[in-house]
């Protein structure tokens, strides 16, 4: 499967192989302004989806039905992603926050702060024991996953940091 995030409201999902469309399966419609990324679960049975309307949406992938809506953030969510065991999301907004949520619930359980500005990506190590995030105040930070603590700044990055 590919996602797309296409459009302004909606996430479509088509099957594809080698590259050549094979059927469109579903169009996940219920944000309210532009999606800014979306990904599978890794056992793909669900989708992320993020947007300007400052929620985080989980899906079936298998009917392509909302499952859960997780608000908590104030601005802009920029990126979402699962855990590697697909038991956690972590999303990241302009309201300078990252966001860990339960898949299972979508239950918001913990808010990390520390970066000063927009955070534009976070994202899980291998393993899930930790997380990475990166900002336009020019860090790159570590984060347990358990606890939510910051255990790292890296700094001196001379531009903003979109993509870790």
């Known amino acids: 499967y590919q996602r797309r995030v296409?459009?302004?409201?909606?996430?479509?999902?088509?099957q594809c192989d080698c590259g050549q469309l094979v059927m469109?399966?579903?169009t996940l419609s219920g944000h309210t302004s532009r999606v800014?990324?979306?990904?599978?679960?890794?056992d793909g049975s669900q989708v992320v989806s993020c947007?300007?309307?400052?929620?985080?949406r989980l899906?079936?992938?298998?009917?392509?039905?909302?499952t859960h809506t997780l608000s908590g953030h104030t601005k802009c969510v920029i990126s979402a992603s699962f855990s590697p065991d697909g038991s956690q999301v972590v999303s990241c907004s302009s309201d300078k926050t990252v966001r860990l949520w339960s898949a299972r619930d979508g239950k918001a359980t913990h808010t990390l702060?520390?970066?000063?500005?927009?955070?534009?990506?976070?994202?899980?190590?291998?393993?899930?024991s930790q997380m990475v995030s990166c900002s336009s105040d020019r860090t790159v930070r570590l984060w347990s996953a358990s606890d939510g603590k910051s255990t790292h700044t890296l700094?001196?990055?001379?531009?903003?940091?979109d993509i870790v």
Do not use: I, L, Y
Not at 6 to 14: D, I, L, N, P
Not at 113 to 127: I, Y
Not at 155 to 161: D, F, K, N
């Open 51 to 56: 947007s300007s309307d400052k929620t985080v």
């Open 59 to 66: 899906w079936s992938a298998r009917d392509g039905k909302a």
């Open 36 to 42: 800014n990324s979306a990904s599978f679960s890794p």
């Open 155 to 161: 700094s001196g990055h001379t531009e903003m940091c």
């Open 24 to 26: 469109e399966n579903h």
């Open 6 to 14: 296409r459009g302004s409201h909606a996430v479509q999902m088509k």
């Open 113 to 128: 702060s520390g970066h000063t500005d927009s955070v534009n990506s976070a994202s899980f190590s291998p393993d899930g």
